[in-house]
């Protein structure tokens, strides 16, 4: 049986950890923050799917108005690169637990001003224009947030447990998703289809300002990574992170942009371009998405930590590729399930497509952290992570819209 994937040398004085007690803190805290970053994220690609394309590109077919909106929706994703350099830097820099302060900060903002932006019928060009630019902003932040949260449960906890401390975080997506589409689910149920598309949609928007407070207080309280704190100490920091990944981590950037491209394209396939498939191609209630989406991502939700700790027990890579071929071979499976048009049938098709994915995204994080020394591993992991969601969730729901929209046909997406 192959070893678990090989953790490089850290800084001198290396600190095994503080007890559990505080390490339960931190997975608490970074669970947390990530679920109430990603509830912002995600709220706005399934608003995206419902509403923003009527809202925001009204002269515009609903097919081609959603691939505009999922357009804007990929702004995000090309500005978490740039978040994860600046944050990645000042977090090699300053410290972890001061930069995840910062992100969660910036994501809030930017998601609650959506909630109070006005509409095409408003002002015009002018609110796509500034809906693109507050998406870029939420990008920034997520950019920055992933590397800090990760790193905090990784750096804090046991050495042989990195696999199960660092796949915490990583339950933010199914919380963050169900948070998003749970809200979004009330506001459809207990308002009109014209009520939500006046008002309604805004709510899970504007409930971002309370979230984070919330968020931030729980972040203040806690204690820097020991591992940064052995680099601040041994006064062994990099000058400038990114430098140093470029000129001698090349490759396992490279490798890390690899791995994330396909658990990036299986997810926002599964997760996002689903909303659109059901409700403008086969013409079905959205809540036939959106729940089908809330149970999948509840099974996540059990389904990354295990993932993540099996990855301790086995290894990262084998986990990984079962989970990589298993979403390969379910995509057929999962379009034709939808077709069917019956609840119970899509629902099994994102349950089990979720599950392929945890197999992948639970060992994920370790993974890629553990490719970086601790003196540059938040610059490091942040950049090959965020990197790939340009290539992987960025274009996977535009893509699959444009092939939707020319071929009519689930075959070829």
């Known amino acids: 049986m192959s070893t678990a994937t090989p953790t490089p040398p850290t800084s001198p004085g290396h600190n095994p950890g503080p007890p559990p007690s505080s390490i339960r803190k931190v997975i608490v805290a970074s669970v947390i923050g990530t679920s109430l970053e990603w509830y912002d994220f995600f709220i706005y690609g399934t608003a995206a799917a419902l509403v923003f394309n009527k809202l925001f590109f009204p002269e515009f077919e609903p097919l081609l108005g959603t691939l505009l909106a999922f357009t804007t929706y990929a702004v995000g994703f090309i500005a978490r690169p740039l978040g994860g350099i600046v944050f990645g830097h000042y977090g090699d820099k300053l410290g972890r637990k001061n930069v995840l302060v910062v992100t969660l900060l910036l994501m809030g903002i930017a998601t609650f001003l959506i909630g109070v932006l006005p509409t095409h019928d408003n002002i015009g060009v002018w609110a796509p224009v500034l809906l693109v630019s507050l998406r870029f902003l939420q990008g920034?932040?997520?950019?920055?947030?992933?590397?800090?949260?990760?790193?905090?449960?990784?750096?804090?906890?046991?050495?042989?447990?990195r696999g199960l401390n660092a796949s915490w975080p990583q339950i933010g997506v199914p919380i963050g998703l169900l948070l998003a589409n749970g809200v979004l689910s009330l506001m459809g149920a207990v308002t009109s289809a014209e009520a939500f598309l006046s008002w309604g949609w805004r709510v899970p928007f504007?409930?971002?300002?309370?979230?984070?407070?919330?968020?931030?207080?729980?972040?203040?309280?806690?204690?820097?990574?020991?591992?940064?704190?052995?680099?601040?100490?041994?006064?062994?920091?990099?000058?400038?992170?990114?430098?140093?990944?470029?000129?001698?981590?090349?490759?396992?950037?490279?490798?890390?942009?690899?791995?994330?491209?396909?658990?990036?394209?299986?997810?926002?396939?599964?997760?996002?371009?689903?909303?659109?498939?059901?409700?403008?191609?086969?013409?079905?209630?959205?809540?036939?998405?959106?729940?089908?989406?809330?149970?999948?991502?509840?099974?996540?939700?059990?389904?990354?930590?295990?993932?993540?700790?099996?990855?301790?027990?086995?290894?990262?890579?084998?986990?990984?590729?079962?989970?990589?071929?298993?979403?390969?071979?379910?995509?057929?499976?999962?379009?034709?399930?939808?077709?069917?048009?019956?609840?119970?049938?899509?629902?099994?098709?994102?349950?089990?497509?979720?599950?392929?994915?945890?197999?992948?995204?639970?060992?994920?994080?370790?993974?890629?952290?553990?490719?970086?020394?601790?003196?540059v591993r938040y610059t490091g992991a942040s950049m090959g992570y965020q990197l790939a969601g340009i290539l992987g969730g960025a274009v996977a729901p535009i893509i699959s819209v444009a092939l939707l929209n020319q071929y009519h046909t689930s075959v070829v997406v």
Request: glycine share 8%; aromatic share 12%.
């Open 140 to 161: 920034l932040g997520l950019g920055g947030e992933w590397g800090g949260a990760v790193l905090m449960t990784l750096e804090s906890g046991d050495p042989k447990r």
């Open 206 to 375: 504007l409930l971002s300002g309370l979230l984070v407070i919330v968020g931030l207080w729980i972040r203040m309280t806690l204690a820097e990574s020991p591992l940064f704190k052995d680099v601040e100490e041994s006064d062994s920091k990099e000058a400038a992170p990114v430098v140093e990944v470029l000129r001698k981590y090349p490759k396992q950037v490279l490798l890390a942009i690899g791995a994330r491209v396909g658990v990036d394209v299986a997810f926002y396939t599964f997760v996002l371009f689903i909303t659109t498939y059901i409700v403008t191609y086969l013409k079905l209630p959205s809540h036939y998405a959106l729940n089908a989406v809330l149970i999948a991502a509840a099974c996540q939700v059990v389904a990354i930590p295990y993932f993540g700790h099996l990855s301790d027990r086995v290894a990262r890579r084998p986990i990984y590729l079962a989970g990589a071929i298993g979403s390969a071979v379910w995509v057929f499976a999962f379009f034709a399930l939808l077709d069917t048009g019956h609840f119970w049938l899509i629902v099994l098709a994102a349950v089990i497509a979720l599950l392929f994915h945890a197999a992948m995204y639970g060992p994920q994080a370790a993974f890629i952290a553990e490719m970086f020394p601790t003196k």
